[in-house]
């Protein structure tokens, strides 16, 4: 009978063997003749450089009278089916070179390999005798590393600095190390070691640094070693150089070479502070700008001072504006005080404008116990031999209560008839505008609101009425008016001796009554 050998996917021989043979004396048959079968891998576990080349060596032994008849290798093991060939993968069959042969050498390379190859690979060949197939596994562990720096962000002027070129593995190869800075060699020296020290810092030291391993091509991306230090060579440049008229615009800039970049700069008058930024702006120069100059430039590592610079220059007014006092409402009968302040040299000349006409000068402008009449706009000039600036316009609005109130009689005809319709309109000058208005007969309140109206009026309504009208500020009435409401017609006529007037009097027992005028 035949029995089928296999280790893994398959080491199989074939042994004709008496069927009455114990069970020991078979396994002892396979044990000899599975001795005959392997493959061997050395080293078994390889690191290796992204875009490098990699050799698998490898050697396979099998019985004698076998004969080779197919080698490969592959990196898929598939129960029950034939592993597929490496070299027939697109991927592969590019960077794969077999190197070795038909006999006992196995040996492989994969070229510029990538992260995406790391795994197992595991070679396979196959006899002349069907059965005799073997797969050497476990098989090759290939791991692909790239190379990374490793540095502290940022490093003080004056430290001491360890940089590191690492990988995710050990490589197998031994590898010599090559360092770069901002993409040159730093040495000419090849390093065993996988470190860069860098002894007391300087600026200079700063850039992007790279490692690589001396034979390949793979270059770790670059990491950018930071050093900090305080300010120096701090220096002024002013704009525009050279010999500054008055009247110019001059523009003072601080620079400093410093890590962190200052953000924090200091302008310096004779010594005192006159200002913060890296520009210092002096519009229309004038001579109170005069002087000595500095700007101090610090970062967290120190400070340093500019040596001086020296201005002289003269300007028109800028800066014109005015301030009113008190600030909130004006209330008629308050005192207001205007200021006009602005900058100028030499001293400007202040005059004062109430909507295009002259009011006053100097730069104080007061209103004592002011009135309606006082609101508008005012604006202050200021001016000097080198020019004149307006300030822009500020509003007075003079708030008061109610004053000259009236009232007006809406009626059809010059006489009030009974039975007439009458409108009393009640007006008045107040800021702000009344809103609150009350109707009066004779003392006694009848009415509220601007209108009051008597529909149908009777001899009852006649009188004497006043309105009142309020705001916040106060509130005022009005001259009383008269309401005369007659109840009949009049006729008169004229006599050569004198006037005769006839009243009618209405209702059930009416008389005539007769008057004679002479």
């Known amino acids: 009978m035949d029995t089928r050998l296999e280790h893994g996917v398959g080491m199989t021989v074939s042994v004709r063997m008496a069927p009455t043979l114990p069970l020991r004396f078979l396994l002892m048959i396979y044990g000899v003749y599975s001795a005959d079968w392997g493959v061997s891998y050395s080293p078994s576990h390889i690191c290796a450089l992204n875009d490098s080349s990699v050799t698998m060596t490898c050697t396979y032994t099998y019985p004698t009278?076998?004969?080779?008849?197919?080698?490969?290798?592959?990196?898929?093991?598939?129960?029950?089916?034939?592993?597929?060939?490496?070299?027939?993968?697109?991927?592969?069959?590019?960077?794969?070179?077999?190197?070795?042969?038909?006999?006992?050498?196995?040996?492989?390379?994969?070229?510029?390999?990538?992260?995406?190859?790391?795994?197992?690979?595991?070679?396979r060949f196959t006899t002349n005798i069907p059965e005799g197939k073997w797969i050497g596994k476990p098989g090759v562990t290939l791991t692909v590393t790239d190379l990374q720096v490793e540095s502290p962000e940022r490093v003080t002027e004056g430290d001491s600095v360890?940089?590191?070129?690492?990988?995710?593995?050990?490589?197998?190869?031994?590898?010599?190390?090559?360092?770069?800075?901002?993409?040159?060699?730093?040495?000419e020296r090849r390093d065993r070691s996988d470190e860069l020290l860098l002894q007391s810092v300087r600026r200079e030291d700063a850039g992007r640094y790279s490692c690589a391993v001396h034979g390949h091509s793979h270059i770790s991306p670059a990491v950018y070693l930071n050093v900090t230090h305080a300010p120096k060579s701090v220096s002024v440049s002013v704009s525009p150089s050279g010999v500054i008229v008055e009247g110019d615009s001059v523009t003072l800039s601080c620079s400093s070479d410093s890590n962190p970049p200052a953000l924090n700069f200091s302008w310096f008058k004779r010594g005192a502070f006159v200002g913060s930024g890296r520009i210092y702006s002096l519009s229309k120069i004038s001579s109170d700008d005069s002087g000595e100059y500095k700007c101090k430039s610090r970062n967290q590592h120190g400070e340093k001072d500019s040596d001086a610079v020296t201005l002289q220059g003269m300007y028109a007014?800028?800066?014109?504006?005015?301030?009113?006092?008190?600030?909130?409402?004006?209330?008629?009968?308050?005192?207001?005080?205007?200021?006009?302040?602005?900058?100028?040299?030499?001293?400007?000349?202040?005059?004062?404008?109430?909507?295009?006409?002259?009011?006053?000068?100097?730069?104080?402008?007061?209103?004592?116990?002011?009135?309606?009449?006082?609101?508008?706009?005012?604006?202050?000039?200021?001016?000097n031999k080198h020019g004149e600036r307006y300030s822009d316009a500020v509003t007075l609005n003079v708030m008061y209560p109610s004053r000259r109130v009236s009232v007006s009689i809406i009626q059809s005809g010059d006489h009030i008839w009974e039975g007439d319709s009458v409108t009393l309109s009640c007006s008045s000058d107040s800021n702000p505008p009344a809103l609150n208005f009350s109707w009066f007969k004779r003392g006694a309140f009848v009415g509220s609101g601007r209108i009051y109206n008597i529909s149908k009026i009777s001899s009852d309504d006649s009188g004497e009425y006043k309105c009142k009208s309020r705001n916040q500020h106060g509130e005022r009435y009005s001259d009383a008016v008269t309401l005369n409401v007659m109840s009949e017609r009049c006729v008169s006529w004229s006599l050569g001796f004198g006037v005769g007037v006839i009243v009618g009097l209405g209702g059930a027992s009416a008389a005539l009554i007769v008057l004679y005028i002479r």
Request: proline letters at 5%; hydrophobic letters at 25%.
């Open 317 to 383: 007014p800028k800066s014109v504006s005015v301030s009113v006092s008190p600030s909130g409402e004006i209330v008629e009968g308050d005192s207001v005080t205007l200021s006009c302040s602005g900058d100028s040299n030499p001293s400007a000349e202040i005059i004062w404008i109430k909507g295009g006409t002259f009011v006053g000068s100097g730069r104080i402008y007061s209103l004592s116990k002011i009135s309606s009449d006082d609101s508008g706009e005012y604006k202050c000039k200021s001016r």
């Open 65 to 123: 009278g076998y004969q080779i008849i197919n080698v490969f290798w592959t990196k898929v093991l598939i129960h029950g089916l034939d592993p597929p060939d490496l070299s027939e993968d697109p991927e592969y069959s590019q960077r794969l070179q077999y190197l070795g042969d038909k006999q006992e050498n196995c040996t492989v390379r994969l070229s510029h390999v990538t992260q995406k190859d790391s795994q197992m690979y595991y070679f």
């Open 162 to 187: 360890r940089l590191t070129c690492k990988s995710s593995c050990t490589l197998t190869d031994g590898a010599t190390f090559i360092w770069y800075r901002n993409s040159q060699p730093l040495t």
